[in-house]
Nanobody, 121 residues
Framework: QVQLVESGGGLVQPGGSLRLSCAAS????????MGWYRQAPGKQRELVAA???????NYADSMKGRFTISRDNAKNTVYLQMSSLKPEDTAVYYC???????????????WGQGTQVTVSS
């Protein structure tokens, strides 16, 4: 079994910053892509940013220049540094990881429970 636990969400004023963390634990052989998604009320879940095991990154257009994704492979942890936050960034943020459970295992998709980010004055 694999668990993803997010932390770092909360209430922040417009223009402020937050750093989200997501730690994976359990029967992990290796982790390929990791990413952050978000879902606002009444909207579909959308990609925020993703990072490969080698550190290549991909961002949604509206997050480029404001958000930075990074990871620590030794700790099986992915981070999301969010700056210049806007009210429209308010959402539940979910961590995702593509996990191999063994040397010949396919990738399995795991999700965290989500952490609320609220941007409001």
């Amino acid at each position: 079994q694999v668990q993803l636990v997010e932390s770092g969400g909360g209430l922040v004023q417009p223009g402020g910053s937050l750093r989200l963390s997501c730690a994976a634990s359990g029967s992990i052989f290796s982790i390929n892509d990791m990413g952050w998604y978000r879902q606002a009320p009444g909207k579909q879940r959308e990609l925020v940013a993703a990072i490969t095991s080698r550190g290549s990154t991909n961002y949604a257009d509206s997050m480029k220049g404001r958000f930075t994704i990074s990871r620590d492979n030794a700790k099986n942890t992915v981070y999301l540094q969010m700056s210049s936050l806007k009210p429209e960034d308010t959402a539940v943020y979910y961590c995702n990881a593509e996990v191999e459970l063994g040397p010949l295992s396919p990738d399995y998709d795991y999700w965290g429970q989500g952490t609320q980010v609220t941007v409001s004055s």
